[in-house]
């Protein structure tokens, strides 16, 4: 079975930064999609970014504002989101995905408007205030 583990949640004051780490156990991270949603109480889970480790392409839904940057690191197996300028707004349950093959359905890409993620990590917390 897959395994995803989330890290480096927290509360921050809003201007600040956070950086959210995720590692994969299972799985290689290099020839599969990867993402990170948020969710809020009372609204629908969004996603924020997501990423084509083997190819180093990068996804991000049309209303992001440049102040969240996902990558991977090979080495360790991991792909992080840089979180810069943060606001009070952004504070929401953030959570790791996977979803394998790039090129299912006729579609080849991992924007999870066109995708649907299979696997789910727990969560981690982030507040800004």
């Known amino acids: 079975h897959v395994q995803l583990v989330e890290s480096g949640g927290g509360s921050v004051e809003a201007g600040g930064s956070l950086r959210l780490s995720c590692s994969a156990s299972?799985?290689?991270?290099?020839?599969?999609?990867m993402a990170w949603f948020r969710q809020v109480p009372g609204k629908e889970r969004e996603w924020v970014a997501a990423?084509?480790?083997?190819?180093?392409?990068?996804y991000y839904p049309d209303s992001m504002t440049g102040r969240f940057t996902i990558s991977h690191d090979d080495a360790k197996n991991t792909v992080a989101l840089q979180m810069d300028n943060l606001e009070p707004e952004d504070t929401a349950i953030y959570s790791c995905?996977?979803?394998?093959?790039?090129?299912?359905?006729?579609?080849?890409?991992?924007?999870?408007?066109?995708?649907?993620?299979?696997?789910w990590g727990q969560g981690t917390q982030v507040t800004v205030s």
């Open positions: 995905a996977l979803r394998r093959g790039y090129c299912t359905g006729g579609y080849c890409g991992c924007s999870p408007e066109r995708a649907d993620y299979e696997y």
């Open positions: 299972g799985y290689t991270m290099r020839n599969y999609c």
């Open positions: 990423i084509w480790p083997a190819g180093d392409r990068r």
